[in-house]
């Protein structure tokens, strides 16, 4: 059989796609590596080396799980990843999974809704249909956690720490800021419905701290937001280790790659219909409103004499131990 792994890395955000790449690059090196995504994000950033099978966002329900199943079923892969959905974000692997005893399945456990994985019994139909399970990072208290395969990693990063380019440059010509001035970074990396808002606490926050630097960063510039304030730039992380404080929401990407590099994070914890953001906001600055973000703010930057010293961060990227475990087993 081919030397391909194929990731299944559905999801409207940036996170599973995040995630499926930063374990693609890795693995892109010795072998083909395929990614199934329906991320609008994927047609406008670097695809890592990895192969991108997207599948439009409008496509509809039946036509995206019939598109799966025909990719899927189609493709001749030696290993089969599965992010976060043990059945599929629609339930399509359901009937897919049976058809692949040969090949072994992983399934990437972030933390998701237990009432979700209750009502699908996902606990039986993970244990009969996957080979073993990885937690990339969440800690132990997850709902699959205690099944007997499982494998637990550090969280999964698109960049290395010595990938990083460093801060001033960074600052400078990505930023575009003085890499002397403190910079506050807004993180606008979640639904695009959650944009205004972000739009909105940039403003804000660049009122309160005008002798601050203030950028936002996301894909597209929001409205009433001037440009000279807007970033675009992927991967994230890079622009997240060039930042005094980070403001954004309690994602996977936004709240580990913040840990990672050493960036506080002031979060605010939105609703998701699978993710726990409020619970993996404990591990943040978490607050509730807009007076309650630049309060904080205020006592982060009061603790920074003057802007954050530029070292090189140090960490373990779990996307490399996960990529050795997988290849492995």
Same mark, same amino acid.
């Given at each position: 059989?081919?030397?391909?792994?194929?990731?299944?890395?559905?999801?409207?955000?940036?996170?599973? @796609?995040?995630?499926?790449?930063?374990?693609?690059?890795?693995?892109?090196?010795?072998?083909?590596?395929? /990614?199934?995504?329906?991320?609008?994000?994927?047609?406008?950033?670097?695809?890592?080396?990895?192969?991108?099978?997207?599948?439009?966002?409008?496509?509809?329900?039946?036509?995206?799980?019939?598109?799966?199943?025909?990719?899927?079923?189609?493709?001749?892969?030696?290993?089969?990843?599965?992010?976060?959905?043990?059945?599929?974000?629609?339930?399509?692997?359901?009937?897919?999974?049976?058809?692949?005893?040969?090949?072994?399945?992983?399934?990437?456990?972030?933390?998701?809704?237990?009432?979700?994985?209750?009502?699908?019994? @996902?606990?039986?139909?993970?244990?009969?249909?996957?080979?073993?399970?990885?937690?990339?990072?969440?800690?132990?208290?997850?709902?699959?956690?205690?099944?007997?395969?499982?494998?637990?990693?550090?969280?999964?990063?698109?960049?290395?720490?010595?990938?990083?380019?460093?801060?001033?440059?960074?600052?400078?010509?990505?930023?575009?800021?003085?890499?002397?001035?403190?910079?506050?970074?807004?993180?606008?990396?979640?639904?695009?419905?959650?944009?205004?808002?972000?739009?909105?606490?940039?403003?804000? @926050?660049?009122?309160?701290?005008?002798?601050?630097?203030?950028?936002? @960063?996301?894909?597209?510039?929001?409205?009433?937001?001037?440009?000279?304030?807007?970033?675009?730039?992927?991967?994230?992380?890079?622009?997240?280790?060039?930042?005094?404080?980070?403001?954004?929401?309690?994602?996977?990407?936004?709240?580990?790659?913040?840990?990672?590099?050493?960036?506080?994070?002031?979060?605010?914890?939105?609703?998701?219909?699978?993710?726990?953001?409020?619970?993996?906001?404990?591990?943040?600055?978490?607050?509730?409103?807009?007076?309650?973000?630049?309060?904080?703010?205020?006592?982060?930057?009061?603790?920074?004499?003057?802007?954050?010293?530029?070292?090189?961060?140090?960490?373990?990227?779990?996307?490399?131990?996960?990529?050795?475990? /997988?290849?492995?087993?």
């Amino acid at each position: 059989m081919t030397n391909t792994w194929l990731i299944y890395a559905l999801g409207g955000g940036w996170g599973h @796609l995040n995630r499926a790449l930063a374990l693609g690059r890795i693995a892109a090196k010795d072998r083909k590596v395929t /990614i199934i995504t329906n991320s609008p994000y994927a047609l406008n950033i670097n695809h890592e080396n990895c192969i991108v099978n997207y599948i439009s966002e409008q496509a509809g329900f039946s036509a995206t799980c019939q598109q799966i199943r025909e990719i899927i079923l189609n493709t001749q892969c030696d290993r089969l990843i599965i992010d976060t959905f043990p059945r599929g974000l629609g339930g399509e692997l359901a009937d897919i999974l049976p058809q692949l005893q040969a090949i072994p399945r992983i399934l990437i456990h972030r933390d998701i809704n237990p009432e979700y994985v209750t009502a699908k019994n @996902l606990r039986s139909f993970v244990a009969q249909h996957y080979d073993t399970v990885i937690v990339p990072g969440e800690g132990q208290d997850l709902p699959l956690a205690d099944l007997p395969n499982v494998e637990y990693t550090a969280p999964w990063l698109i960049r290395n720490c010595e990938e990083l380019p460093d801060k001033i440059s960074v600052r400078s010509h990505i930023l575009k800021v003085n890499p002397d001035i403190k910079t506050i970074l807004v993180c606008a990396a979640g639904n695009a419905s959650e944009l205004s808002f972000f739009a909105q606490l940039t403003l804000l @926050l660049q009122q309160n701290f005008p002798h601050c630097a203030v950028r936002i @960063l996301a894909a597209n510039c929001p409205a009433d937001i001037p440009e000279t304030l807007w970033i675009s730039h992927h991967p994230g992380i890079e622009c997240l280790a060039a930042a005094d404080v980070v403001v954004g929401g309690a994602g996977y990407n936004t709240v580990y790659e913040c840990a990672a590099v050493g960036v506080p994070l002031v979060a605010f914890a939105f609703k998701r219909l699978y993710d726990r953001q409020a619970k993996r906001a404990n591990q943040v600055y978490s607050v509730r409103s807009l007076a309650e973000t630049i309060a904080i703010v205020k006592i982060l930057l009061n603790k920074l004499e003057i802007a954050n010293n530029f070292s090189r961060p140090s960490y373990i990227n779990g996307a490399v131990q996960a990529a050795n475990h /997988i290849q492995s087993y």
